[in-house]
């Protein structure tokens, strides 16, 4: 019987290596997914500041046009002005 009892221990040492083993693993495992997720979100947040900066530079090349039609459209206003006010000094002198 003394065979027996030895098995058993064997057995038990040999499971009580198997769990730690195994608690070893997941530990790492957890380690890995922790670091995955980190780069996931850290990829996720790239591409959140990427569509965000394109959206800022589709808005700012917009208003950027918009200011050069704005300029445009003013100089003409200031010269049609300019026009008048001529047209209208001569007039003056005349009478």
């Not at 083993?21 to 990829?43: C, G, P, Y």
């Not at 965000?52 to 808005?59: E, P, W």
Request: charged letters at 35%; hydrophobic letters at 50%; proline letters at 0%.
């Amino acid at each position: 019987m003394a065979k027996g009892t030895d098995w058993r221990g064997t057995a038990i040492a040999a499971a009580k290596k198997a769990k730690a083993a195994a608690v070893a693993a997941a530990r790492q495992a957890d380690k890995l997914m922790t670091e995955a997720r980190k780069r996931a979100e850290s990829a996720a947040r790239r591409r959140r500041m990427k569509k965000a900066l394109q959206t800022t530079a589709r808005v700012l090349s917009a208003a950027g046009k918009a200011a050069v039609v704005a300029a445009a459209t003013a100089a003409a206003a200031a010269a049609v002005s300019e026009v008048r006010a001529r047209r209208r000094s001569k007039t003056a002198r005349r009478r």
